[in-house]
């Protein structure tokens, strides 16, 4: 896959158009961003990039989580993860949605949105969903060094999501449901650069 | 998932679920609920059988260390728990540290690594033959 440089894109420069697959609840977008060089060269001009966004919008039960990560391992392997990045991708988003449809939506119907699109040497996944707010991110770390009965009760799902991600945010929507989006980078290749 | 009961008799006998298909949280409380129906049924020895499985979220975990506990004879926690009480509970048991009752069979990769990332990888008997698993209760 080839670099894109370093350089910073303005997320709120993103325009969409999309094709969907009626009545299946996946959708293909492509995805317009601009993308802003950040070398000090003043003829630098921002370009425009173009990237799929994978969309699957499902019901907020748990019958629906291997459908998910079906969606999550079909795309991820679209946009060139390799096998390891993909498996910790769909473990990472299986853990969040069983969290917001067990915890979240607890028994109560919804919807759950799932984004999954290609960045500079990784991938990004964004879950979005109508539960109430729940930011994993502000949940302290559980110290694996203390023994098994000293250790937090809760969050085992949370913790896998850190640890296997390397970047975790969330934001309340507007609706005051959740957004989290997750981060990952191909892991090196032999030549010592990302895929 | 489809979950089948087999009997085995090595020194004492042992109750084989082997497991088909993903384990996740649309079904932990299954596989709970099988293991849960053999204990009260007078089963004290249980080989989970892992190789059909291809795929395992923290509800798995969860899953497997309820039955753990519930084979030493304590209480089950609320398989409602999320996370880390499951465990708990388990490390509080009398017995606590290696599993005698309830030991695993051919984890898949994905499995192992779930296993292993949740720093539970030496906590149940992993075994790859099943006569071998079997003569180890």
Sequence with gaps: MARLGVGRERENSTHYTQASAAGLGISRQIRYTIFQPSDSNANSIPVWRKGVVHHLRIAADVQQLAEARRFVAAAAAELGAPIETSDELVLAVDEWLSNVIMHGYAGRPGWIELELWAEPAGLGVRVTDAAPPYDPTRRPEPDLTLPLEQRPIGGLGVYLIRRLMDDVTHAVTAAGGNALTLRKKFPPTPQGDAL | ?137
């Design chain 2, 1 to 137: 998932m489809n979950i089948v009961v087999e009997q085995a008799q090595g020194r004492v006998p042992v109750a084989i679920l082997r497991l088909q298909g993903d384990l996740d949280g649309s079904n932990y409380r299954d596989l709970i609920a099988r293991a849960q129906a053999l204990y009260q049924a007078g089963q004290r020895h249980l080989l989970i059988d892992l190789g059909g499985t291809p795929y395992m979220s923290s509800s798995g975990v969860v899953a497997l260390h309820t039955i753990a506990l519930l084979y030493r004879g304590a209480e089950a926690p609320d398989p409602e728990a999320d996370g880390w009480r499951a465990l708990k509970a388990v490390a509080q048991a009398p017995e606590a540290g290696a599993q005698e009752h309830v030991k695993l069979l051919n984890p898949q990769k994905r499995v192992a690594a779930v296993l292993d990332q949740v720093g539970l990888q030496t906590f149940f008997a992993v075994f790859t033959d099943q006569a071998a698993a079997v003569a180890s209760f």
